[in-house]
């Protein structure tokens, strides 16, 4: 990747990174790694943790899995006991565990719509909540993986747009109340990302060739871009920002909320 930050902006500081074993949480944890932080990663499956925890050790520094469900309070709290145990702090919470799919509400069951507020919208307030007491010790960073579907009405995601608009929500009511305690809240609301399971699996060739043409920017974006925009937002060059949910689409969303629909 681009590294726009110096090697040691985040160095000896520690991150946890939920739904950091794939995709942009993935790309989001090496993006940390080599701005030198040490980084646990999680998921509900250890499966693709292992060979991203060896990349992030290749890079230099710390680095651990541990499998845990953001839906599940004891499982978050032994995510972050681990976590500090091994690293003696915590800097740095990025909340990216998610689900989705695409389906029309009137097709939507209500255990379908629920399951996606649980893990998206439930599962960042739950670690968010776990991690505070060791983000506040020293002053942190929690950034919340958004979305842009809920700035839209984007047809087959009313699940998903209410579990991330609460999710702004959130991110905004936690900068509030925990900023006196030094902890800064922030969000990132990707739009569609190239080479992402997201994309292959909710977009067909037609809705991808409209996202292009509609972008203003012309394409979609690339981990790498939304990773270093969350590298703005977890560290001290973001210093002076909190509540803030930064769109990272190219302009998409200014647009049309069509192109984002599965046909």
């Not at 689409?249 to 069509?258: C, T, V």
Request: charged content about 20%; aromatic content about 4%; hydrophobic content about 45%.
């Amino acid at each position: 990747m681009t590294n726009y930050f110096s090697p040691s902006i985040l160095k000896g500081r520690a991150a946890l990174v939920t739904g950091g074993g794939t995709g942009i949480c993935r790309g989001i944890a090496l993006a940390l790694a080599h701005a030198g932080c040490d980084v646990a990663i999680t998921s509900r499956s250890d499966e693709h943790l292992q060979p991203t925890v060896a990349d992030l050790r290749n890079t230099g520094v710390r680095a651990m899995a541990v499998a845990g469900d953001v839906r599940k309070p004891a499982d978050v709290d032994a995510v972050l006991a681990r976590t500090v145990e091994t690293f003696g702090r915590l800097d740095v919470l990025v909340n990216g565990a998610a689900g989705n799919f695409v389906c029309l509400a009137e097709n939507l069951s209500p255990n379908g719509f629920g399951t996606v507020v649980d893990i998206d919208l439930k599962g960042t307030f739950n670690v968010s909540r776990a991690a505070f007491p060791f983000l506040k010790k020293q002053g942190g960073a929690v950034l919340n993986i958004s979305a842009t579907l809920q700035l839209l009405g984007t047809i087959g995601q009313s699940h998903a747009s209410a579990a991330k608009a609460g999710i702004d929500a959130l991110t905004r009511a936690l900068a509030a109340e925990w900023g006196p305690a030094g902890v800064r809240v922030n969000g990132l609301a990707p739009g569609p990302v190239e080479g992402t399971e997201g994309v292959r699996r909710l977009t067909t060739d037609a809705t991808r060739k409209s996202i292009e043409q509609l972008c203003p920017l012309g394409r979609m974006a690339t981990i790498d871009e939304v990773s270093t925009a969350a590298l703005f937002l977890c560290s001290d060059a973001s210093a002076f920002v909190t509540g803030v949910t930064l769109v990272i689409d190219g302009g998409l969303w200014l647009r049309s909320g069509r192109a984002l629909a599965a046909d």
